[in-house]
């Protein structure tokens, strides 16, 4: 007698736990009398304090022993349970994790017709223990009537022939499974819809260069690309047109998928897209040409380098213009030359028009600076520091080169005649100087004004510099 246990309303006021394996897998294929024994049977588990015997639970169930016992030899084949002892009758519940789960017995009486059907559709070899086994298994897991299970037997060995094996028959029973098939009727309506296809499969076969007939892997794959995912024949083979070397039912699929993918599914959208694909490849080659580089595969490419830069706006003339220019100024690389790309996107400059008439600008530019730098007794190359400067001058400052040169020219001599040119440009500036005759009558003295010299503290020195940021054209 147990020293501790739970009262009568405990009991009642808790759950039963049912796996939802159990609902998901078994419960839609078993009778009310079945389900009440499994049920009840598993709630008896968990309440030890029940009558918990064969008579008590043919009374509470209104059921005969016979209709009981026969329950749990159902549960046994299935994997359900395991019984003990008959008589007196003794059940164990087991786990319905696959793993923990003993081999299901299958009693003979209830496949022998099966095996009788099966063995017939095989005459030239017996079929082993094994074989039936795994044809029982599938039957049980996937719920297919057995008549049905006998018409994709013999569909598969129309297909392959007599040699054909179990492993290859259940693969065809398992997708056909995956798209619903459970019934006599559903396989008749299977074979009605690879039927009435086969005027489509001999239009793809012919595209594809193949002789002979369709396998039932190509037939099915033909099904998916119309039933499943919508594609008429016309593009179909359009499709086919797109491969590449040799043109297969696998190739075809992966092209289809690509497309399928990519919501690509009328003709017209198809080889607009080839095309399209076709073009960005020429576009490559130029570019990698213009570069000074060389890949065998473009996909890559093309996929980071080549679409983003034509999603910007970029045509073909200008990204084979700012490659050329690129390899010209040593950038010799995709990703430096995406950078060369991302700046002119930055200037708003896309098209080869536009390239040319900046570059035309940056050279003009570049001969006015190495007038200044010649006039100041230099005759260094010039560099991006002195685009910067003259571009303060003229553009921020508002001097015209025949000042600049002036300046350029009072700097002669100087063993930084750049920093000098700077002082002298600021002082005119602030001196309103906006000529030469200007200039020369500005003095040195001038230029570089005495300024008192005092020091500053730490307060004062921080309030002039977070005050930087702030100066406006007035305060200079």
Same mark, same amino acid.
């Given at each position: 007698?147990?020293?501790?246990?739970?009262?009568?309303?405990?009991?009642?006021?808790?759950?039963?736990?049912?796996?939802?394996?159990?609902?998901?897998?078994?419960?839609?294929?078993?009778? =009310?009398?079945?389900?009440?024994?499994?049920?009840?049977?598993?709630?008896?588990?968990?309440?030890?304090?029940?009558?918990?015997?064969?008579?008590?639970?043919?009374?509470?169930?209104?059921?005969?022993?016979?209709?009981?016992?026969?329950?749990?030899?159902?549960?046994?084949?299935?994997?359900?349970?395991?019984?003990?002892?008959?008589?007196?009758?003794?059940?164990?519940?087991?786990?319905?994790?696959?793993?923990?789960?003993?081999?299901?017995?299958?009693?003979?009486?209830?496949?022998?017709?099966?095996?009788?059907?099966?063995?017939?559709?095989?005459?030239?070899?017996?079929?082993?223990?094994?074989?039936?086994? =795994?044809?029982?298994?599938?039957?049980?897991?996937?719920?297919?009537?057995?008549?049905?299970?006998?018409?994709?037997?013999?569909?598969?060995?129309?297909?392959?022939?007599?040699?054909?094996?179990?492993?290859?028959?259940?693969?065809?029973?398992?997708?056909?499974?995956?798209?619903?098939?459970?019934?006599?009727?559903?396989?008749?309506?299977?074979?009605?819809?690879?039927?009435?296809?086969?005027?489509?499969?001999?239009?793809?076969?012919?595209?594809?260069?193949?002789?002979?007939?369709?396998?039932? =892997?190509?037939?099915?794959?033909?099904?998916?690309?119309?039933?499943?995912?919508?594609?008429?024949?016309?593009?179909?083979?359009?499709?086919?047109?797109?491969?590449?070397?040799?043109?297969?039912?696998?190739?075809?699929?992966?092209?289809?998928?690509?497309?399928?993918?990519?919501?690509?599914?009328?003709?017209?959208?198809?080889?607009?897209?080839?095309?399209?694909?076709?073009?960005?490849?020429?576009?490559?080659?130029?570019?990698?040409?213009?570069?000074?580089?060389?890949?065998?595969?473009?996909?890559?490419?093309?996929?980071?380098?080549?679409?983003?830069?034509?999603?910007?706006?970029?045509?073909?003339?200008? %990204?084979?213009?700012?490659?050329?220019?690129?390899?010209?100024?040593?950038?010799?690389?995709?990703?430096?030359?995406?950078?060369?790309?991302?700046?002119?996107?930055?200037?708003?400059?896309?098209?080869?028009?536009?390239?040319?008439?900046? %570059?035309?600008?940056?050279?003009?530019?570049?001969?006015?600076?190495?007038?200044?730098?010649?006039?100041?007794?230099?005759?260094?190359?010039?560099?991006?520091?002195?685009?910067?400067?003259?571009?303060?001058?003229?553009?921020?400052?508002?001097?015209?080169?025949?000042?600049?040169?002036?300046?350029?020219?009072?700097?002669?001599?100087?063993?930084?005649?750049?920093?000098?040119?700077?002082?002298?440009?600021?002082?005119?500036?602030?001196?309103?100087?906006?000529?030469?005759?200007?200039?020369?009558?500005?003095?040195?003295?001038?230029?570089?004004?005495?300024?008192?010299?005092?020091?500053?503290?730490?307060?004062?020195?921080?309030?002039?510099?977070?005050?930087?940021?702030?100066?406006?054209?007035?305060?200079?």
């Amino acid at each position: 007698m147990s020293v501790v246990k739970f009262s009568s309303d405990f009991l009642l006021e808790t759950f039963t736990l049912v796996d939802n394996l159990f609902i998901a897998e078994h419960l839609p294929y078993l009778d =009310e009398k079945q389900i009440k024994v499994y049920l009840y049977g598993l709630y008896l588990c968990a309440a030890p304090e029940k009558q918990n015997t064969l008579d008590a639970l043919c009374s509470t169930l209104d059921m005969t022993e016979a209709e009981v016992i026969g329950a749990y030899g159902y549960f046994e084949d299935m994997g359900l349970c395991r019984i003990i002892s008959k008589s007196p009758l003794e059940v164990s519940y087991l786990s319905l994790k696959k793993e923990n789960q003993p081999p299901k017995k299958y009693r003979g009486e209830k496949w022998n017709d099966f095996n009788a059907q099966l063995q017939q559709l095989f005459p030239e070899r017996m079929l082993t223990p094994n074989e039936y086994n =795994e044809y029982y298994m599938f039957l049980d897991e996937s719920k297919l009537e057995q008549d049905a299970m006998l018409m994709i037997v013999q569909y598969c060995i129309n297909q392959k022939g007599m040699s054909v094996r179990y492993p290859y028959i259940l693969t065809v029973a398992r997708n056909w499974v995956a798209d619903g098939v459970r019934s006599v009727a559903d396989v008749e309506n299977k074979l009605l819809e690879y039927d009435k296809q086969s005027e489509d499969m001999r239009g793809v076969l012919a595209a594809l260069g193949r002789k002979g007939g369709a396998d039932l =892997e190509d037939k099915q794959m033909l099904l998916k690309w119309t039933r499943s995912w919508g594609y008429e024949l016309d593009a179909i083979l359009a499709a086919v047109k797109s491969l590449k070397g040799g043109k297969t039912f696998k190739k075809l699929d992966a092209k289809l998928d690509e497309f399928y993918r990519m919501s690509l599914f009328s003709v017209e959208q198809i080889k607009d897209y080839q095309a399209q694909l076709d073009r960005l490849k020429e576009l490559t080659i130029s570019i990698n040409k213009n570069l000074g580089i060389y890949y065998e595969s473009f996909d890559h490419e093309i996929e980071v380098y080549i679409v983003p830069w034509t999603a910007k706006g970029f045509d073909g003339e200008a %990204l084979s213009k700012l490659a050329h220019h690129c390899f010209m100024t040593g950038v010799r690389t995709l990703e430096g030359m995406n950078n060369v790309v991302n700046k002119f996107f930055s200037l708003g400059i896309l098209t080869a028009a536009g390239i040319d008439e900046y %570059l035309r600008a940056q050279i003009e530019r570049d001969a006015k600076i190495r007038k200044i730098i010649d006039a100041s007794g230099s005759s260094r190359q010039v560099t991006q520091s002195d685009r910067d400067l003259y571009r303060t001058w003229t553009a921020d400052w508002g001097f015209d080169d025949d000042i600049i040169l002036y300046a350029a020219g009072q700097a002669a001599g100087r063993t930084y005649p750049t920093p000098y040119i700077n002082q002298l440009l600021s002082g005119y500036r602030k001196s309103g100087v906006d000529s030469v005759e200007k200039a020369k009558a500005y003095s040195h003295a001038a230029a570089q004004p005495n300024f008192e010299q005092r020091s500053y503290s730490d307060e004062e020195w921080q309030s002039i510099v977070t005050s930087i940021d702030a100066l406006s054209e007035d305060d200079v």
